[in-house]
């Protein structure tokens, strides 16, 4: 990813990144598929809408961004289609919540 910077004031970007919980981040938009898959496993989905500073910084339209508790980016994957996010998980051996009926 590129060093640039983006204006985030006023963004609600910041207000995300305090939350000490596992999230994903889209920048454009995010599938269906996908927003039942948050919603599914209890993950918070912040989508925000695509500007060009996001390209500037090296971000992806449309793509996944799964950010750890500390807000590490765990993955960063241009597909936007869930099942990346099981495969990390399975993996990583790291247990989610039980998707909701």
């Known amino acids: 990813m590129s060093t640039a910077e983006i204006d ?3 963004c609600p970007l910041v207000a ?7 999230q994903i ?3 454009g938009t995010a599938s269906a598929e996908l927003t039942n898959w948050c919603a599914g ?4 989905l912040n989508v ?3 500007r060009s500073e996001h390209e500037t910084a090296g971000l992806a339209r449309d793509a996944i961004y799964l950010l750890r508790p500390d807000t590490y980016v765990a993955i960063a994957d241009t597909s936007g289609a869930p099942n ?5 998980f399975v993996e990583q051996e790291i ?5 909701s009926q």
Request: positive net charge; proline residues 7%; contains cysteine.
């Open 48 to 50: 925000f809408a695509w």
């Open 41 to 44: 496993h209890r993950l918070p």
């Open 8 to 10: 985030c004031r006023g």
């Open 84 to 88: 990346v996010l099981d495969r990390y």
């Open 25 to 27: 981040h889209v920048y």
């Open 95 to 99: 247990q989610l919540l039980a998707p």
């Open 16 to 22: 995300t990144l305090s939350a000490m919980t596992w």
